[in-house]
């Protein structure tokens, strides 16, 4: 066995690299997700360490420092994160030549052959579903032999072996709560709307929803949503539970957790029985009798990406949603107390000053308890990239989806909408969600009801600020 460090590497101050789901990027509020996509093959590899830097505050000299100790490193990569990556690489190689260092993550799934043009310090990129392509490589095993790797070969020659089977077993996959608690501090990750300190896992992979923007089903899981069966879920809860007894909530990353219905009721039942409370992302359109379920049995809150207001626009990126559905959705989440965090996305295909008007008047009358306003992000390997490639949208300036410090830009851009006005409108929205008189008042009711929540608030009020401020200075 070759010893195998995972490793999140330092990025910009506060960088989310974690967030698999919904962009990796500096947040409103800091907000950490678990690294659970390195986690997991983590979890194959005996006597392997993850190192998750973003989340405890480490440096590059403390990621250099470690690398004379390993064989192998594997860095899961991005987008925005990529040429930051690639340095740490370098860094790590000047320490310990003998290093081998790949990547993986949705940036080399779709570009294995770019990434590792750009990148000559790196030997290898996983692409695709990678668990056990990165346990073959640190059993040592010829390259030659590995499915679903790209490698740069002795004479320096890139080869690409072919594709790796999609998993179909998921209960094939171990438990990463071992690896959390082996590796990670869980109080570093918190995320504004989670009861802390919570802890995230996947029941299982892949969408079937077509969403054209929407990154990982269309480059690492797929569009079949493949489960882990209900036991092997519950075991692992029941596990984290002994494991960690200061968590509060346990929350499942699965892009669609309601996709399966019965299944969801049948995890939930068991949840139920271990007395925990939790939360999942889900689309706006589960039934109510099925909601119903899930709140007598521990359900707090769901994640739910509501996109926009306009009806238009969610037939534009494939959402299949109806306004009407996703309001009475809502409607019963409110009447059965089950709180809602709504995720909203400005510049999509379609957008105007009065589309987006019409979406923050839906958002504020549907009345989601917390909202993130994120801008379009057209990433490679997506339908989307690839429309606003073919349709002139995206320019070269604002490819990186990220400015130098992190802060999301508007890299969409239309001819009856600018850059500029698409960038400005997030903090137009977030003003006018929650500096209305009845949220204001919620939320000091959440304070007044708990000192906790008093100094939660107040941390992210003025981190809020600072963020608006540094978008400010941004767009200048």
Not at 355 to 383: C, D, K, M, W
Request: charged share 25%; aromatic share 10%.
């Amino acid at each position: 066995m070759l010893k195998t460090l995972f490793l999140q590497a330092p990025s910009f101050d506060g960088f989310d690299g974690g967030a698999g789901s919904r962009y990796q990027a500096r947040r409103e509020i800091r907000s950490f997700w678990y690294p659970t996509w390195l986690a997991q093959p983590a979890a194959l590899v005996p006597d392997s360490r993850l190192i998750d830097a973003p989340a405890h505050r480490l440096g590059l000299n403390d990621v250099t420092a470690a690398a004379k100790d390993y064989d192998l490193v594997v860095l899961h990569t991005s987008t925005p994160s990529f040429a930051s990556d690639v340095k740490t690489v370098e860094a790590m190689k000047a320490v310990n030549p003998n290093l081998k260092a790949g990547f993986v993550g949705a940036k080399v799934a779709v570009n294995a052959e770019g990434s590792l043009r750009e990148a000559p310090a790196l030997d290898f990129a996983a692409r695709s579903e990678f668990d056990f392509t990165i346990k073959e490589i640190s059993e040592d095993r010829p390259w030659s032999s590995i499915a679903g790797m790209s490698y740069r070969n002795a004479e320096g020659v890139i080869v690409h072996n072919d594709e790796r089977a999609i998993l179909e077993n998921m209960d094939a996959l171990p438990f990463v709560a071992p690896v959390y608690k082996r590796d990670l501090k869980i109080e570093n990750y918190f995320i504004g709307y989670l009861k802390h300190p919570y802890i995230s896992i996947y029941t299982g992979r892949g969408c079937k929803s077509r969403c054209t923007f929407c990154l990982w089903p269309q480059t690492v899981g797929g569009h079949r949503y493949r489960t882990r069966s209900v036991g092997h879920v519950l075991e692992e809860i029941a596990w984290a539970q002994k494991a960690f007894p200061q968590v509060k909530e346990f929350f499942f990353d699965d892009d669609t957790f309601t996709d399966n219905l019965p299944r969801a009721e049948e995890i939930a039942k068991g949840l139920g029985k271990l007395g925990v409370t939790w939360s999942c992302n889900a689309k706006a359109n589960v039934p109510r009798e099925t909601l119903k379920v899930l709140r007598d049995n521990g359900l707090r809150l769901l994640l739910v990406g509501y996109e926009s207001g306009n009806q238009q626009i969610l037939h534009n990126i494939k959402k299949g949603m109806r306004i009407e559905v996703a309001e009475k959705f809502t409607k019963d989440c409110h009447e059965l107390g089950i709180a809602i965090h709504g995720t909203f996305i400005l510049g999509l295909p379609g957008e105007t000053k009065e589309t987006i008007e019409e979406t923050i008047h839906f958002a504020t009358r549907i009345n989601p308890h917390t909202i993130q306003v994120s801008l379009a992000a057209p990433y490679p390997g997506t339908f989307l990239f690839n429309q606003a490639i073919e349709n002139g949208w995206l320019d070269e300036a604002n490819a990186e989806l990220v400015d130098e410090h992190g802060v999301q830009l508007a890299p969409l851009h239309y001819p009856h909408l600018s850059h500029a006005e698409i960038f400005n409108s997030v903090e137009v929205f977030y003003k006018r969600f929650y500096f209305r008189s009845g949220k204001i008042a919620s939320i000091v009711g959440e304070m007044v009801r708990s000192p906790e929540m008093m100094k939660r608030r107040l941390r992210e009020g003025v981190e809020f600020f600072q963020f608006l401020r540094e978008r400010r200075a941004s767009a200048l």
